[in-house]
Nanobody, 124 residues
Framework: QVQLVESGGGLVQAGGSLRLSCAVS????????MGWFRQAPGKERDFVAA????????SYADFVKGRFTISKDNAKNTVYLQMNSLKPEDTAVYYC?????????????????WGRGTQVTVSS
C-alpha cells in the first residue's frame, strides 16, 4: 500500500510562488511514476505534471510549461511541485498521485494512489 500526503498549499497573490510537497510512504518502488493533478470547483481533474522515479523524466500540461517544475528527492521519498508566476486560474485543489506502472501519463485513470489534496488559492 502506498500513502501520499500533500502539503504546501495556501493563499498567494497573483505572480507569487508556492512549493507543494508530496510525502510518499509505504511500499513504493523506483519503477513508479508520480503525478500532480488539480481540480477546481465544478471542473474536471486536470493533469499538471508527472515524473518518473527512475531516471526523472518529466512531462507537463501546456498551461504550466515554463511556470511549474516537478522534482523529486529520492532520499526523502518526496515529490515537489514548484509553482511560479501563479495566476488566479491556478486556484484549485492540488493532488499528488502514484502510478505503479510507471507511465507518467496525463490520464488520471492510470494513477492508482491518491493523496487528499492541498488547496491553492491565487488572489488577483
Amino acid at each position: 500500500q502506498v500513502q501520499l500526503v500533500e502539503s504546501g498549499g495556501g493563499l498567494v497573490q497573483a505572480g507569487g510562488s508556492l512549493r507543494l510537497s508530496c510525502a510518499v510512504s509505504g511500499r513504493i518502488f523506483r519503477s513508479y511514476a508520480m503525478g500532480w493533478f488539480r481540480q477546481a470547483p465544478g471542473k474536471e481533474r486536470d493533469f499538471v505534471a508527472a515524473i518518473k522515479w527512475s531516471g526523472g523524466s518529466t512531462s507537463y500540461a501546456d498551461f504550466v510549461k515554463g511556470r511549474f517544475t516537478i522534482s523529486k528527492d529520492n532520499a526523502k521519498n518526496t515529490v515537489y511541485l514548484q509553482m511560479n508566476s501563479l495566476k488566479p486560474e491556478d486556484t484549485a485543489v492540488y493532488y499528488c498521485a502514484a502510478d505503479d506502472w510507471g507511465r507518467a501519463s496525463g490520464d488520471h485513470r492510470e494513477y492508482g494512489y491518491w493523496g487528499r489534496g492541498t488547496q491553492v488559492t491565487v488572489s488577483s
